[in-house]
């Protein structure tokens, strides 16, 4: 397992993360998997080179950071061999998902944060999360609010860095340069959608955190099952998958024709289709840490051999022209005019 810096900090995460939003039973069908289970793939990841975790408040409402502490303590070395990631913003309720009971549980506002952070300490059962991550944006309350209580913690000791999930570039630029004016802490990550059938990142977000040296980390790197192997022209709706109930994220008008690709080049290799989805992404200019979870063994067993598999160049750009994103306005503006300055320097 290679290990990569997370943007510009001195923080070393594998390149693989293990991603818990299946961790327990309270999360649409997604949450499946208990403590046993959920012990013994921890242990599976850590043996496999992963020192990376992911989490969230809102992950069957609090279960699977309960699940996940309780897993990392079953390994039973120090606190500082891996790196815990969880975020704050989401409702953490049935209620409060739907606008009912508790109208503070909820959001970034400074009380939200506060509270929310001390409530992760204490399921994780640790005393800092490495990296703290907004879930999201909330339109209802001052960025400056978000970024002051997020500086206190990291002040306090119970974060050690901030990260930021779902966000749009301006927002991301914005939160940077007011974090630099006051001098707080800032973000250096984005976990974000991205996939080789979702490529909206490609667009302003990937370039915007190469410039700044945000390190990239993908969630639902398989498109919600969708590169999997089980959906396939002939077979858009398999009985029982995961997107035959809750269809989510969406993916390129695209897909199938990926899916065509994907299954020509696995075959050559001899490899699975998720392994080469995953190899595809972790090739891509950026990505620190690719986030994959799993609802059994097997699955994850598949995916912590992606890391192994070796693309060639010729291989890359098949999969890559396949589902290429659109220029859109201004990026193929700047493009053309740059492109025409460097066949001629002298030109306005």
């Not at 490609?202 to 099952?225: A, D, M, Q, T, Y």
Request: with cysteine; proline share 4%; glycine share 8%.
């Amino acid at each position: 397992m290679e290990h990569a810096r997370l943007g510009n900090t001195g923080l070393k995460v594998s390149r693989l993360c293990l991603g818990t939003m299946t961790f327990g039973f309270k999360f649409r069908n997604i949450g499946a998997v208990g403590q046993d289970d959920a012990n013994i793939m921890v242990k599976k990841a850590y043996g496999a080179g992963i020192n990376f975790f992911d989490t969230a408040d809102m992950y069957s409402f609090g279960q699977s950071e309960e699940i996940l502490g309780n897993a990392l303590k079953t390994l039973n070395v120090p606190r500082e061999k891996f790196v815990i990631a969880t975020k704050v913003r989401s409702p953490l309720s049935e209620e409060a998902m739907n606008g009912t009971g508790d109208l503070n549980n909820a959001g970034l506002s400074r009380k939200h944060i506060i509270e929310a952070c001390d409530n992760s300490l204490k399921r994780l059962k640790t005393d800092y999360i490495d990296l703290y991550q907004v879930h999201g944006w909330d339109a209802s309350c001052e960025m400056e609010e978000t970024l002051e209580a997020l500086n206190d913690l990291v002040r306090q000791g119970k974060v050690l860095y901030l990260g930021v999930s779902n966000w749009t570039a301006r927002h991301i630029m914005k939160a940077l340069y007011l974090a630099k004016g006051e001098k707080f802490s800032g973000f250096v990550s984005l976990q974000a959608y991205y996939s080789l059938v979702a490529r909206d990142l490609e667009h302003e977000l990937l370039p915007l955190c190469n410039e700044e040296g945000l390190g990239v980390l993908p969630w639902s790197p398989l498109s919600g099952g969708f590169l999997t192997g089980k959906y396939t022209r002939q077979n858009p709706k398999p009985a029982g998958a995961r997107r035959s109930e809750f269809n989510f994220p969406p993916v390129d008008e695209r897909g199938y024709d990926a899916i065509d690709v994907l299954i020509e080049i696995a075959k050559k290799k001899n490899i699975s289709i998720p392994q080469l989805s995953l190899a595809w992404l972790l090739s891509q200019k950026g990505v620190t840490s690719v986030i994959i979870g799993a609802n059994k063994m097997s699955q994850l067993e598949d995916n912590l051999e992606s890391v192994k598999v070796n693309l060639t160049e010729d291989e890359i750009s098949k999969l890559s022209g396949v589902t290429m994103p659109k220029k859109l306005y201004p990026q193929w503006m700047v493009e053309w005019q740059n492109y025409r300055k460097s066949l001629n320097p002298d030109e306005f």
